[in-house]
């Protein structure tokens, strides 16, 4: 399956952009990929002597995956997501500086207000992390 460049989904960019790829985008299952590379600055903080991404970051990958999965299906066009909750979130694993994580995404709910997914963020085979989210929909036109 071929496509478009994550950043022709998402309107976020690095340092803040948390999927390097999509797999599937389909209405049933969106899986993307991001491997968090040893110079992200995070690691400068997030324990110098110990690094680990930081859940919060694995949430916000999720959530992008989840974006850009909607962005591939052509439902989220002219919208910007803006994440409104966080649910049921678990870590189960930690993750380390060169480790890809496999994002898996569902979409429980869509309307023209929001939407609500779930997902789940692997390394490997091994469960790292996963949560359940509402994002309220929002104009993509520029203010101020």
């Known amino acids: 399956m071929s496509l478009p460049d994550v950043t022709r989904l998402l309107p976020h960019r690095p340092p803040f952009l948390f999927v390097d790829r999509l797999e599937r985008a389909e ?3 969106i899986v993307g990929y991001r491997r968090f590379p ?12 110990y690094p680990v991404v930081p859940g919060v970051l694995l949430i916000e ?5 989840g974006g850009a999965g909607i962005a591939a299906q052509s439902d989220g066009a002219g919208s910007i997501l803006f994440l409104a909750t966080v649910e049921k979130a678990k870590f189960r694993r930690q993750v380390r500086p060169g480790e890809q994580v496999r994002l898996e995404v569902t979409t429980t ?3 023209r207000a ?11 085979d091994e469960l790292a992390a996963e949560a359940t989210w ?3 929909r929002g104009s993509a036109e520029r203010h101020g």
């Open 114 to 124: 929001m939407i609500r997914q779930s997902g789940k963020a692997y390394v490997g």
């Open 27 to 29: 209405p049933d299952l």
């Open 109 to 111: 709910r869509s309307s």
């Open 38 to 49: 040893a110079d992200e600055p995070v690691f400068t903080g997030h324990f110098p002597s």
């Open 61 to 65: 990958s999720l959530a992008q995956c």
């Open 134 to 136: 509402l994002c309220l």
